[in-house]
T-cell receptor
Framework: GQNIDQPTEMTATEGAIVQINCTYQ??????LFWYQQHAGEAPTFLSY????GLEEKGRFSSFLSRSKGYSYLLLKELQMKDSASYLC????????????FGKGTRLSVIA | DGGITQSPKYLFRKEGQNVTLSCEQN?????MYWYRQDPGQGLRLIYY???????QKGDIAEGYSVSREKKESFPLTVTSAQKNPTAFYLC?????????????FGEGSRLTVL
C-alpha cells in the first residue's frame, strides 16, 4: 500500500518562515512533488525532488531524504497569498504512473 | 494559451442520474487522469490513461467510467452506481517520456447530488 502523511493544518505569521513536513511509505519511489492549492481552485506545481537534498526556487525550497522517507517544503518571507493547502505527492513507479497524494496541509498566514 | 479545460464547473444531479464531466487538453500530453477530492481526504485517483484507446482503473473506480477516443479528450461519467458522488473532480494531464512528468490540472468540476 501507499501512505503519505502531512499535518492537517498549520498557522504562521506574515514575513516568517514555515516548514511543512511530509513522510511517505510507498512500494517504490520515483520522485516527490509539492503542489499548492487555493480553496476551490486547481493545484499548481511547486517543486520536484528525486535525489536527496535541497531544491530552491525563490521563496520556496523542498528537501528530500529517501532513506528516511521524508520531505519538507520551506516557505520563506510568508505573504498573505501563501494561505492555501500544500499537497505532497509521490510517484511510486517509473514511467508516467499516477501520483499518490497526501491529504494536504492547510496553511493560514496571519498578520 | 495551452491548458486543460473542464466543464461544467458546477453541476447538480438528482439521485439515479448519470452525468458526464468533460476534460479537454491542448497541451499535446499523452497521459490524462481523473482525481476526486473530498474535504479532508486529499486527491484520490479514479482512472488514468497513458495512450489513446487505453485506460486503467485507479483506487476508487467503482461507479465511474471513462473513454479515451482522442488524445485531447478524457470524459468521466459518474453513474448511478456511485454511492456518494458529491465531490470536487479534477482532471489532469502530463507528458510521457521526457521531463519530470508533473501533472497539470484543470480548474475542476464540482458535482452535487440532490
Amino acid at each position: 500500500g501507499q501512505n503519505i502523511d502531512q499535518p492537517t493544518e498549520m498557522t504562521a505569521t506574515e514575513g516568517a518562515i514555515v516548514q511543512i513536513n511530509c513522510t511517505y511509505q510507498t512500494s517504490g519511489f520515483n520522485g516527490l512533488f509539492w503542489y499548492q492549492q487555493h480553496a476551490g481552485e486547481a493545484p499548481t506545481f511547486l517543486s520536484y525532488n528525486v535525489l536527496d537534498g535541497l531544491e530552491e526556487k525563490g521563496r520556496f525550497s523542498s528537501f528530500l531524504s529517501r532513506s528516511k522517507g521524508y520531505s519538507y517544503l520551506l516557505l520563506k518571507e510568508l505573504q498573505m497569498k501563501d494561505s492555501a493547502s500544500y499537497l505532497c505527492a509521490v510517484r511510486a513507479y517509473s514511467g508516467n504512473t499516477p501520483l499518490v497524494f497526501g491529504k494536504g496541509t492547510r496553511l493560514s498566514v496571519i498578520a | 494559451d495551452g491548458g486543460i479545460t473542464q466543464s461544467p464547473k458546477y453541476l447538480f444531479r438528482k439521485e439515479g442520474q448519470n452525468v458526464t464531466l468533460s476534460c479537454e487538453q491542448n497541451l499535446n500530453h499523452d497521459a490524462m487522469y481523473w482525481y476526486r477530492q473530498d474535504p479532508g481526504q486529499g486527491l484520490r485517483l479514479i482512472y488514468y490513461s497513458q495512450i489513446v484507446n487505453d485506460f486503467q482503473k485507479g483506487d476508487i473506480a467503482e461507479g465511474y467510467s471513462v473513454s479515451r477516443e482522442k488524445k485531447e479528450s478524457f470524459p468521466l461519467t459518474v453513474t448511478s452506481a456511485q454511492k456518494n458522488p458529491t465531490a470536487f473532480y479534477l482532471c489532469a494531464s502530463s507528458i510521457v517520456g521526457s521531463g519530470i512528468g508533473e501533472l497539470f490540472f484543470g480548474e475542476g468540476s464540482r458535482l452535487t447530488v440532490l
